[in-house]
Structures are given as structure tokens and as C-alpha cells.
């Protein structure tokens, strides 16, 4: 019985009426994963350890949680124990983290099995997976184009149907826009909703961590484990999370959804503009009501990120030094020729890139120019979030101006064209809203996603309007042939 | 940009970056550098800023002992190291 494409609800009433049992589908997760290696998904896999955690949960006469033996794959970027973590770059190539991070040890807790780690951005930085030190990974639904990123491996995985669900992060657009390319859905939280430790820290006044999946009630079963107060991370709130399923189901009448006047989508292909316009239109008939509503700050987001991001990636990476994890430089003079040396080896381009902005940006003489600035002008931006939703439930946008495009094909000479791909997913960061996207058709053959922005610890509606529309909707059941790989 | 800021900053980040590749990199930063400039535009005046989107205290738990510190798991990681401390090469003569 094959278990490719199956959702978590599917795989979970398989399991409950024992038409497969948990260590049966750790093994066919691990073929399929074989199979289509040549995707380039996975940068590690937990096999003996999965398959001896299966054979423990096949034990247990009853599954005490919707995510028992179910098999899930992690970003590379989230320290699980005694399992190589690399973040997808040479500097920690050999790094086997002593603990897991709080999010992906909830979803362990609750009996979810871990695969395998995926390939991404190196330290996230990189919207099209192409930034890898172990190479790039292909989209599921053309060979030789991008996933998207940063998590692109975990985007690919659940495209290709080897695992039903995966995590990801998303820093400025890292969870949404690969599952836009990858025509599955992603979630990013509230910040603050899910634990960041143990995440491997890119900028982390804008790092989340979330789910990808099939459908937008699979992202609410692994966001339901995955959020609450962690004491190890001061940046997670303390608040009571509802069960994000209880509502999923709740008509949308009388909804209200705020289109932004300032994102001018006639630049765009017109096959985007037209997604967007028929997925306006399913809503109305499902009873909502579209607002315009201005964010009269919005142009600023590009730079904003552009300058806080870097500056806090520089601040965080300088911990990789070679003295205490990571690659070590051989052959140095000193110590500070040992911290060149061996940050100089073990860093990409894009990843020295962004440090050097950063460095540049936190300078002295430049702070109050390019990084005080920035962080005014993020207060203009929330500030005009905080207007808009006084008229609107939930806003409207692309999750992202294009399709997936092929490897190379962005970026090479002007890195700022590969950073407009974000133009619709960073501002949500920036003030620190969730979003979700759903894939809403194809543009090119190639799937599109719709981005929905919710108000401050609001998932549950945009997960309850993106879930209703996937139950007026087959998008989301689409699938990749797979015949080229 | 000139290139002496470029070798500044570099070090500053304890990076090095290859010959073939100084110019382009030079190229790269100052197009991000110009483009991030756009933000001067936008009138900030007695606007503060905004650090973290959670502008709220942070969170502070009690200081309890636990057994957290793994010694021997830590040092694992390091590439040179002895039982008790990372090595690195002599500082102090």
C-alpha cells in the first residue's frame, strides 16, 4: 500500500485501523526517501534511530496523540541530539548537537518520528535553496528549478510526498514562499508562538519556526504541539494556545479581508494576477468581504530587512570561531589567524555576504544611519499593521511575485533580484504577524501560493480561512508526476 | 564603497574573502548598501525604535542548579580539545 502523497489524516486512520503499522511506514518513508534521493531533500537521515522508535510506538495498543508514528522530517537547522545538524554548511558539517530544540522535541513527545534532516539555505540566508553546501535541491514539480527557501528540503519532502509534514523556519519568508513553489502549505507563527531554542539563531528579532504540509489542518495538528511558553527562550510568550482544530471548521461569512492598495500586483505576470483575482472570487462566494487598506510604510520593507537581518546574522555567526564546534582552519599562525582561517572555510558567499552588511551596517559611524534607522522605520511598519487591522480580519497578498524558476536563473549578478522574491512574506516578520500560504493554482504549470496575514497571535483565523477555502478547493490535492526523477 | 573599507570590514567580521572574488563582493555590497540607503527617505523623527516585535521585558526564571552542563558532550564537538578545556594556539608567550 503506497503511502506516498498521504496527509496526517490519512497516514493516522491507517495506522489506527492497522492497515499499516508505525514501523511498516518508517521503512516505506525511508524507501520513498531512497527513491527520490536524486531531489537532494534530505542532507541526513535518522534511519536506525526512527525505526527503533517506531517498533516502541507499534507497542502501545492505542495512539495517545494524532501525531503517534507518524514520520516527520526536520529543517537541518534545529539541534536534535546525537544527530547531525550542519544548518546546511560546511563550518558545521560535523556537528552533532547534546540537545534538541524545544520545538522538534514537542512534536517527538507527542510521537512523531523523525526521519531525516533537510537540506536548506545555508544559516537560512537564501530564498531559492541554491545556497546549500550540500548542493541545491530540485523542485518536485520540474527538475532542475527551485524549491524555493530557505526551507527548501522540507518544502521538496512534502511536495514529493515522502513525508506528510516537515518543519521549517522563516526569517523573512523562508516557510512560505518554498511551500508557494512547491504548491504545499506553510505556516509561519506569531513570534514568540514556538520556542526558538535549540534553532540554529540566523536573526532572531525575526527567526519563527513552523510547519509544512499538505493542508492547512495538518499545519494547525503540528502547530497545536509545537507552540507554548518555553522557559529556555525569553522571547516565548506565555500566553494559553487554544487548539488551533477547534475553529479550523467555522464559516467564513462575513469575513474581513483587507486588500493592500500599495502592493501593485500589475507589475506581475498576468497568469499571478489571475490566481489572485479567482482565489478573491472563491472567497466572496464563501461569504467574505474585501477592503482595501493601505500600509503607507510598506515600500520600506526590502531595505528594513535588508539592513536588521544581516546585522543581527553577523552578531549571531560570530560565534562560529572553530574553537568550540564547527570546522577548525589546520595550518594557523594564531588565534586570530585560526578565527579567519577556519569562518573564511567553513562560510559561503551569501552567508559572508550578509555578514559583512551586517558588520558594515552595526559599524561605527553607520549604526544610527543603517541599523537605528531600520528599526524606526519597523515601527512605522507594525504601526501601520496595527491601523490596518482595525478595519480587517486577515490581509491578501501573493506569497510570492513569480513561480519557482530554474537554478542560476536569479540572483548571479544583482543578489537583490533574488531578494524581491520576498517583496510579500518580509513585512510579517518585520512586525511579527503570522501568515500562512496555500497553493492556489498554477501559473506556467508551475503552482502558486496565496499568502493570508493575520492580526498578532491570530492563526487560528488565517488557518480557519485557509482551511475552508482548501475544503471549497482542490489545489491542495494536486500532485507532482515525479517522472523525472 | 572603497576597497580599504571593504578590507576593514572584513577583518571586523574575522572573514576573509578570495581575490578572484573582492570585486564582486565590492560590486554586492555597495548595491545593498545603496539600496538599504532608501531608508533615509522615510521620516523616522521621534519615532522609536522597534527592536523586537514582543516589546515586553523579557522573560526571567528562577536560578535553580540543574544538571544541564554536559562537560564531556560539549567538548566532543570542539576540534582540539583536552578533558577539561577547548585548545587553541598559544596566546600568551
Known sequence: MSIQFKTIRELREMLDKKAISSEELTNETHKLAENLKDLNCFVTMNKDASIEKSKIIDQADKADSVLSGIPLAQKDLFCTEGLRTTCSSKILSNFIPPYTATAVKKLESAGSITIGKTNMDEFAMGSSNETSYFGNVHNPWKKGYVPGGSSGGSAAAVAAGIVPAATGTDTGGSIRQPAAHCGITGIKPTYGRVSRWGMIAFASSLDQAGPLARSAEDCAILLNEMSGHDSKDTTSLDIECTDLLDTINQPIKGLKIGIVKEFDLGDLDSEVQNRFEDSKKLYETLGAEFIEISLPNISASVPTYYSIAPAECSSNLSRFDGVRFGHRAENTEDLNDLYIKSRSEGFGDEVKRRILIGTYAL?????????KKAQQVRRLIKNDFESAFKSVDLMMTPTSPGTAFAFGSKGAQNPIELYLEDLFTIS?????????????????SLPAGLQLIGNFLREDQILNAAHIFQ???????DKPSMEEF | MDQET????????????????????????????????GLQAFNTENIQPLYSPLEKTAFMHEDIENSDNQKEKFLQNAAVSNEDYFLVPRVVE
Open chain 1, 471 to 477: 475544503k471549497n478547493s482542490e489545489f491542495h490535492l
Open chain 1, 428 to 444: 510579517s516578520n518585520l512586525a511579527g504577524l503570522p501568515a500562512i500560504s496555500i497553493p492556489h493554482g498554477k501559473v506556467n
Open chain 1, 363 to 371: 559599524s561605527a559611524g553607520y549604526y544610527d544611519a543603517y541599523y
Open chain 2, 6 to 37: 571593504v578590507r576593514t570590514i572584513c577583518y571586523l567580521a574575522r572573514l576573509q574573502i578570495d581575490e578572484d572574488k573582492a570585486q564582486k563582493i565590492e560590486n554586492d555590497l555597495e548595491t545593498i548598501i545603496e539600496m538599504i540607503g
